[in-house]
C-alpha cells in the first residue's frame, strides 16, 4: 500500500459527459501528479501540482482540468469524454525535493475509466 | 513524448533465470527511476540512480546508468513468479516541465 488513495476504482460512463477523479495523497506530501495509462499510448504526464499550485503541465487536454485543495488531495476533471479517454488515471505524489530534480513518487492504486 | 524506450518489449524467462532490461534515453536527466506494475494495478517505485551514479543494489535489484550513451540496465536475479509485471523506466529530464518520462515498459514473464 503506497498510502496514495483514489476514488472511484472503477467509472462508466457515456460520450460527453464529464467526470470527477479523487486523490489523496501520502501524509505529507506536497506535490500530485496526475498520469493518463492507455494501451497505445503508454504512461503519460498529465499535470503536477505543488502545495495548490499548478507546477508543471504535460500532454493535458484542454478538456481535461485539475486542482489541489487546501488539504492538498486533488481532483481531476475530464469533460465532454470521448470514447479514446477510456484509461487508468493513475495520481502519484512525493515528497518535497531540493535542487529541481524529482524524487521517487508512489502511485495510487488507479481509476478504470471506460466511455461507452 | 516518450523519452525512454525499453528493451525488449517482452521478456519470458524460467524460474530461477536473471532478467535484463534495458532503458534508452534521449535528453540530459537528474535522475532515473525503474517502476514495476502488476497487471493493471498501481506503479511500484524499485529503485532511484541519480546521473553521477554508476551502478546501484537493492536486494535482488541491480541498476547501472551510463550516461555517455543515456543508457540504463534493470537486472533481476534468481527471478521469482512474483516478479512477473511489466517494468518501466522512468527519466527525471533537466530541461522541460514534464516529470518523469516513462518509457513503453518491458512485459517479464517468469514462468515457472
Known amino acids: 500500500d503506497s498510502g496514495v488513495t483514489q476514488t472511484p476504482k472503477h467509472l462508466i460512463t457515456a460520450t460527453g459527459q464529464r467526470v470527477t477523479l479523487r486523490c489523496s495523497p501520502r501524509?505529507?506530501?506536497?506535490?500530485v501528479y496526475w498520469y493518463q495509462q492507455s494501451l497505445d499510448q503508454g504512461l503519460q504526464f498529465l499535470i503536477q501540482y505543488y502545495n495548490g499550485e499548478e507546477r508543471a503541465k504535460g500532454n493535458i487536454l484542454e478538456r481535461f482540468s485539475a486542482q489541489q485543495f487546501p488539504d492538498l488531495h486533488s481532483e481531476l476533471n475530464l469533460s465532454s469524454l470521448e470514447l479514446g479517454d477510456s484509461a487508468l488515471y493513475f495520481c502519484a505524489s512525493s515528497s518535497p525535493q531540493g535542487g529541481g530534480s524529482t524524487d521517487t513518487q508512489y502511485f495510487g492504486p488507479g481509476t478504470r475509466l471506460t466511455v461507452l | 513524448s516518450q523519452q525512454g524506450e525499453e528493451d525488449p518489449q517482452a521478456l519470458s524467462i524460467q524460474e530461477g533465470e536473471n532478467a535484463t532490461m534495458n532503458c534508452s534515453y534521449k535528453t540530459s536527466i537528474n535522475n532515473l527511476q525503474w517502476y514495476r506494475q502488476n497487471s493493471g494495478r498501481g506503479l511500484v517505485h524499485l529503485i532511484l540512480i541519480r546521473s553521477n551514479e554508476r551502478e546501484k543494489h537493492s536486494g535482488r535489484l541491480r541498476v547501472t546508468l551510463d550516461t555517455s550513451k543515456k543508457s540504463s540496465s534493470l537486472l533481476i536475479t534468481a527471478s521469482r513468479a512474483a516478479d512477473t509485471a511489466s517494468y518501466f523506466c522512468?527519466?527525471?529530464?533537466?530541461?522541460?516541465?514534464?516529470?518523469?518520462?516513462f518509457g513503453q515498459g518491458t512485459r517479464l514473464t517468469i514462468n515457472p
Open positions: 501524509s505529507g506530501d506536497l506535490s
Open positions: 522512468a527519466t527525471d529530464p533537466i530541461q522541460g516541465a514534464q516529470k518523469l518520462v
